[in-house]
């Protein structure tokens, strides 16, 4: 999550507002502008109208058609405008002053912009309209000051409001944005408190029937379902860890009751005691699935209190050193006086002893093993390196699964659960197991603990 | 003795009784809750062995029950392994010990034992002393007529289960139960590496068997003279 929502929501609106108001003054000022000058032209040809009918009822009177005419004539809402009269041989009757040096001769029949000098000399736009009725010819024109005025003003508003707004639609959206999403802040913190621990915990469902209310009824539904789905893999182990317990206790207890009869034959004797060790193999596996089904439910019972891990490695170098006999395996080790971590002793015991018999059972014969373990921040770290083949990094993640138990000794004895428990178990405590390196000098598991607050 | 026990799985139940009556005792038996707080109520054992899954009234509420009326006839209560919150509220609740399922028989017999003639003490204290092998449990050493033995983690360990109950066998998978917290593969084979090298250095030159090999059955240690 670099960015949160709603900052992306408030920019992305900035943005969009900002193509709008980009797209808005290429369109908008054409628009104007085409109906500006429509108007105009009809005003222009209400003047050529009027200017007729005037025309007309001066030839009625009867003076010389010929006689120039004056400034008088011409209606006052006449007078500012581009104002030519001719007759329809060509005699110009009355020409305004402000045409300038401009050629009206020029003119083509019909709407014409052209550009005539003000009277300071500056090229102006103008629109003429020239016409011909009876015996003359009219042109009226005025200068598009005002409209051409009103474009640089309207580019002008839209090159200020551009920033402005999208700085407003920003902030805006923002805000908005902020409003909306909080109810999924609330629902990211609830769910975040689901869990194992908690799994009866549900999101609150706003009271807005929007889709914020209904992802939360759906999530809640399926909260239910693994709800379910826990307390039944929970209800299961329960059940087998009876189940498997009974028949066991009863196999041990009859097995080592007739191993003590008087009349048992030596051999018999052999075989009871064989039988009695697969019975009892049999519940350390019916045992470790029992911790897995629960570490899975995260339902395991951990007991910590500060500890101090020196005296427990200690007690797996020792077994490490007897195991390792037959292998000639020596191991050695580079302890603090104590190193105190908050831990169950039980299942400390249990990841020591899982992550030493896999130590040695992987070790090569007259190998080594050494033994390390320093504080580091808030953690306690226990290194075993050991002369054990080299681990592929792609095997890396593979030797914590279930029932692995590496293809390069397919004759290694154990069910291949020991180092997934131990990782578990050392995840339980809030810690982790993990392959450090591993090379052709050595191979280092790093047991990582939390340590205890002093 | 006369021994109640509380236990629902009949085939257990059939064992255990069996074996108690072998060892001596008087023995009965019932399997549920309610049925053992009548008869304990009803009778004077000496001695209860209970089950804490039971049907009816789990076996931790007959204890409370029972230790609410003033009854303070000694508990052995059988749990499941996993159950640390079982074992731990047991033992708060006044229960005398507690044996995890599956339990080796002769563990059975010796707790029931040992608690049952709770008067004289067996070997609690933080000093044990067998003839002249003294274990300091506290300083974690051990002294053979004044002179320090020096003994590895797991070694100390296995003395202190010998030197706790002199003179009881153990067997093998009792002691791999007792030392290591999940059984490895190598285990009897581990127990009898760490016996030799007790048994070697306890001795040294002495000529004696200190800790003595029961053929098919597992190690005892002989007290050796004051």
């Known amino acids: ?454 | 003795m006369r021994i109640l026990v509380v236990e629902d799985e009949e085939k257990i139940a059939v064992l255990v009784v069996r074996a108690l009556q072998k060892a001596g005792h008087q023995v009965e038996s019932c399997s549920d809750g309610a049925a053992a707080l009548s008869a304990i109520s009803s009778n004077n054992f000496d001695f209860i062995v209970l089950d804490v899954n039971l049907p009816v009234m789990d076996g931790l509420e007959v204890l409370k029950k029972m230790r609410a009326d003033k009854n303070h006839t000694r508990v052995l209560l059988l749990t499941a392994r996993d159950g640390v919150t079982d074992r731990v509220t047991g033992l708060r609740t006044g229960a005398d010990d507690y044996l995890t399922k599956p339990f080796a028989m002769e563990e059975l017999l010796a707790r029931v034992e040992v608690i049952g003639r709770r008067a004289p003490s067996p070997n609690q204290g933080d000093i044990i002393d067998v003839g002249d092998i003294r274990m300091d449990i506290r300083k974690h050493r051990v002294t053979r007529a004044g002179a320090i033995i020096s003994l590895s983690p797991r070694e100390f360990e296995l003395l202190q289960i010998f030197l706790q109950e002199p003179g009881r066998t153990f067997s093998r998978e009792e002691i791999c139960e007792r030392i290591w917290e999940r059984e490895h593969e190598y285990d009897t084979r581990t127990v009898e590496i760490f016996v030799m090298r007790l048994r070697k250095k306890l001795s040294e030159d002495r000529d004696e068997n200190i800790i003595e090999t029961v053929r098919g059955i597992g190690y005892v240690l002989n007290p050796p003279a004051p």
Request: some cysteine.
């Open chain 1, 1 to 454: 999550m670099r960015f949160p929502l709603q900052y992306k929501l408030g920019l992305y609106a900035a943005v969009v507002s900002a193509i709008a108001l980009m797209l808005l003054p290429t369109i908008m000022p054409r628009y104007i502008y085409h109906r500006q000058m429509t108007e105009l032209d009809k005003e222009l040809q209400d003047g050529t109208d009027d200017l007729f009918k005037d025309l007309g009822e001066r030839a009625a009177t009867g003076i010389a058609p010929r006689k120039p005419l004056t400034r008088d004539f011409l209606q006052p809402s006449l007078r500012a405008r581009l104002i030519r009269i001719t007759n329809r041989d060509g005699s110009e009757l009355y020409r305004s002053t402000n045409w300038r040096n401009f050629d009206p001769r020029t003119l083509p029949v019909g709407h014409a912009t052209v550009v005539i000098q003000d009277k300071e000399g500056l090229d102006r736009n103008c629109r003429v309209v020239t016409e011909s009725k009876g015996d003359f010819n009219v042109s009226i024109g005025t200068r598009l000051g005002t409209i051409e005025g009103m474009q640089e003003d309207l580019k002008f508003a839209f090159k200020v409001a551009l920033p402005i707004v999208s700085l407003l639609v920003l902030v805006g959206s923002f805000l908005v944005a902020r409003r909306v999403l909080r109810p999924i802040a609330a629902m990211t913190a609830a769910a975040e408190r689901i869990s194992a621990e908690r799994p009866s915990e549900r999101l609150p469902v706003p009271n807005t029937r929007d889709e914020i209310a209904r992802l939360s009824r759906v999530l809640n539904a399926s909260f239910d379902r693994l709800e379910k789905a826990y307390s039944a893999a929970e209800r299961f182990s329960s059940a087998a860890s009876h189940q498997f317990k009974t028949p066991l206790t009863v196999f041990r207890a009859g097995l080592s009751e007739l191993r003590t009869c008087d009349y048992l034959h030596p051999t018999e004797r052999e075989t009871v005691e064989s039988l009695l060790q697969q019975t009892r193999r049999l519940t350390t596996l019916c045992e470790d699935l029992l911790l897995l089904a629960k570490t899975d439910a995260g339902r395991l019972e951990l007991l910590p209190e500060p500890l101090d891990l020196i005296p427990q490695i200690h007690r797996a170098i020792d077994d490490m050193e007897v195991l390792g006999l037959d292998n000639d395996i020596t191991v050695q080790h580079t302890l603090p006086d104590t190193l105190i971590a908050l831990a169950d002793p039980r299942r400390i015991s249990i990841i020591l002893q899982n992550l030493g018999d896999n130590t040695v059972k992987y070790n090569r014969s007259h190998g080594t093993i050494h033994i390390t373990a320093r504080e580091e921040k808030d953690t306690a770290i226990i290194s075993v390196t050991s002369t054990g083949p080299c681990i592929l990094q792609q095997d890396a993640e593979r030797i914590f699964e279930r029932f692995n138990r590496g293809k390069a000794n397919e004759n290694v004895k154990g069910h291949g659960l020991g180092l997934n428990i131990a990782r578990e178990l050392a995840r339980a405590h809030g810690g982790d197991l993990r392959l450090a390196r591993s090379e052709a000098t050595g191979t280092q598991f790093d047991l990582i603990l939390p340590l205890a607050k002093t």
